[in-house]
């Protein structure tokens, strides 16, 4: 599975980005995906995880009630819906693919995209 993310940007805090992930590959709608973000010094840390069918989405608690995921399985793509955006959300943003389920460490992911900018302003 090759992952493709687009969608980053600069905005203004309490502005809105929709982060995407193009997946190449027949299998896409097998795996899991997740959202990974990574700011500069420190470590890359979950966002946000959905399910292969999309029936279950997980997020990290920063994120909780802003961010959400859905996935197209027809398309190939997940999103990424960031509202209320904060300083604080300000990272690259990756998006990955687990063959197992979508959990909140990186290892458990098998395919990465390049990431995608994401700097939200004061």
């Known amino acids: 599975v090759q992952l493709q993310a687009s969608g980053g940007g600069l905005v203004q805090a309490g502005g809105s980005l929709r982060l995407s992930c193009a997946a190449s590959g027949r299998t896409f709608s097998s795996y899991a995906m997740g959202w990974f973000r990574q700011a500069p010094g420190k470590e890359r840390e979950f966002v946000s995880g959905i399910s292969w069918r999309g029936g279950r989405t997980y997020y990290a608690d920063s994120v909780k009630g802003r961010f959400t995921s859905s996935r197209d399985n027809a398309k190939n793509t997940v999103s990424l819906q960031m509202n209320s955006l904060k300083p604080e959300d300000t990272a690259v943003y990756y998006c990955?693919?687990?063959?197992?389920?979508?959990?909140?460490?990186?290892?458990?992911?098998?395919?990465w995209g390049q990431g995608t900018q994401v700097t939200v302003s004061s």
């Open positions: 990955a693919a687990a063959a197992r389920s979508a959990t909140t460490t990186s290892r458990d992911y098998d395919y």
